[in-house]
């Protein structure tokens, strides 16, 4: 397999076709691994005012202190649980549009047509639901996997008193380069389907035979576009960070006291550097999709060829 002749076809593609830099960004949609919560609050159950701790933001405005029903508690914890499910299943769904879209464009870069947002919605639209399935399958297994994980760690740390969570430590390490393999079967898996326009279990054997028989291949170029995808992002994301250094002097500022100009100046600061930035780190982000999905999808077609040489051509030389 070429890696040089695939990893610069798929930056030819998307440079040229920059249209599929919204499928990208699209995309991106399905890749977040999750928003972390952060909660800060007082527990110390009233009395005077000095019981804010030590937290940086201990003297600003409390908002933990709204007049609550304990019986309407249950209803506000229902509502928010909804709120982010129907985010996460909009994001789920957009994902996987995104790479759909990708997968097709780059698929049409191959074979010289042409490429419109349009054009590709439609060529993509047949097989959305089963790729929905398909991620959605995977997506289940994932989190049953890591629950039963999480349970076998638990009680494992019960019945032994801790010490069983010393042998879980090989096992999670393992399951690192695991997990990484199983989203390498995966993008083939995704590609095999529309490619081959297969079935949802179909293309999950496809996806498993095309990289168990080209096993070097698929994890050199799996640690290729890891890296060099992390990499990226990291890189795009080093001006976010900047961004927030404002947000730490406030933080120091309002330790002494809450109503700081300083404190509060670093707090817009921050928040317009972020607003400012964030679209630029979407787009960013889009193009790194856009470019790692049309690597794929090359690369199956690739791997492909080499299980069956009739059922794929060598790539060309350019555009």
Known sequence: MDFGKVLTRAGEIIWKHKILWIFGILAGCGAQGGNSSY????????????GTGDMPFGNMPQFNNWDIPD?????????????????????????????????????KAEAGESITFGEVH????????????????????????????????????????GIGLICLVPLACLMVPLFWFAAIWIEQANVALVVENL??????????????ANLGESIAMGL???????????????????????MFAAMVA??????????WGGLGIALLCVVIYLPILIAFAGVVQSYIKSAWTLTFLQLRARINPSAGEPLPESL
Do not use: E
């Open 39 to 50: 909660q800060y609050g007082s527990n110390s159950g009233g009395g005077s005012g000095s």
């Open 71 to 107: 019986s309407q508690i249950w209803i506000v914890v229902t509502i928010i649980f909804l709120i982010a499910l129907l985010i996460g299943a909009l994001f789920f769904v957009l994902g996987v549009y995104g790479r759909l879209g990708l997968i097709h464009g780059t698929l």
């Open 122 to 161: 439609t060529a993509l639209m047949p097989n959305l639901g089963k790729s929905l399935l398909l991620n959605l399958f995977l997506a289940v297994a994932f989190i049953g996997v890591g629950i039963i994980f999480a349970l076998v760690a638990v009680l494992g740390a019960v019945a032994t008193m």
């Open 199 to 212: 079935a949802v279990m179909d293309a999950l054997r496809r996806g498993w035979n095309v990289v168990r």
């Open 224 to 246: 290729i576009l890891l890296i060099g995808g992390g990499l990226a992002q990291f890189v795009i994301s080093i001006p976010l960070l900047i961004a927030f250094a404002p």
């Open 254 to 263: 309002f330790s002494g006291d809450s109503s700081s100009a300083a404190g």
